[in-house]
């Protein structure tokens, strides 16, 4: 389970040359606040630029907060620390992939990364190749895979040490129907009992992939949680009958 709380950060941008050089302050993220329970899948929506990604990597312990907290299972994320990072999963946008390394390669380094022996990490990652069907890209380089299979491998990577919690930023980027198709059966199971009840939460602006997947949405816009809930009740809060339209007016009025 993932709590956060009032989370912000501000970064400093540079612009400019010389005497010309100028700074200012971006407000990323100002007050993001919501839970993302296990067997459940928690959708962060928001428009480019919301906020997104900075709430999950400050929530995954790559970056740190400005104030506020993230607990992950009952323990304080700090950024750089590995008290959490053995109960999470995370696919970042930037897929990192070592391309000189084959698929099996790059899932099963992550294992030993994690504190697992050769033997487990290999037979973890023969397990997640059947279970994302992926074993005939198994042996390949990662160099050359198409954006399916680089999704596919890092998402076996993130899963390696079977964390409870799976963080996954926009993971349908460049996806086509069927992989999308694919990876939403795949979550689905993840958060089954069958597939361990995962706590699964993951960015996107995609409407559809949120009201087909998502048990709890967290509309986020300006840096700031400005609405929540089921896509239901978040059609009643808006009061429209389409879920476009009501994030629309949630969001942005
Ligand atoms: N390292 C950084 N330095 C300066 N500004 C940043 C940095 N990272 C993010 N920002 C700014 O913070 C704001 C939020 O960015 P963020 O990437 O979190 O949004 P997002 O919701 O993930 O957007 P998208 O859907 O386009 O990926 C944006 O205005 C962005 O330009």
């Given at each position: 389970m993932i709590?956060?709380?009032?989370?912000s950060k501000q970064f400093v941008r540079e612009a400019g040359l010389g005497w010309r050089r100028s700074k200012s302050v971006v407000q990323a993220v100002k007050d993001i606040h919501f839970s993302a329970a296990d067997g459940e899948v928690t959708g962060l929506l928001g428009a480019n630029g919301a906020g997104k990604t900075t709430t999950l990597r400050m929530i995954a312990a790559l970056l740190p907060a400005d104030s506020g907290r993230v607990l992950v299972d009952g323990v304080q994320v700090e950024a750089g620390k590995q008290a959490t990072q053995a109960r999470m999963g995370v696919l970042s946008d930037a897929r990192g992939l070592y391309p000189r390394l084959s698929a099996r390669e790059n899932i099963a380094y992550y294992g030993v990364l994690h504190g697992m022996s050769h033997d487990e990490a290999n037979a973890r990652a023969t397990a997640l190749a059947d279970a994302l069907d992926m074993r005939a890209l198994m042996e390949r380089r990662c160099e050359g895979f198409s954006q399916g299979e680089k999704m596919k491998?890092?998402?076996a990577r993130a899963l390696v040490?079977?964390?409870?919690?799976?963080?996954l930023d926009e993971p349908t980027n460049g996806l086509d129907v069927l992989a999308t198709r694919a990876l939403r059966e795949f979550?689905?199971?993840?958060?089954?009992?069958?597939?361990?009840?995962?706590c699964i939460l993951f960015s996107t602006h995609i409407m559809q992939e949120v009201e087909r997947l998502c048990d709890h949405v967290v509309i986020v816009a300006g840096g700031e949680t400005v609405a929540q809930g089921t896509v239901a009740g978040l059609l009643d809060q808006a009061a429209e009958s389409n879920f476009e339209d009501a994030f629309v007016k949630l969001a942005f009025a």
């Open positions: 709590i956060v709380e009032q989370l491998t890092a998402l040490h079977d964390p409870q919690n799976i963080i979550l689905a199971w993840l958060k089954s009992p069958a597939g361990g009840s995962k």
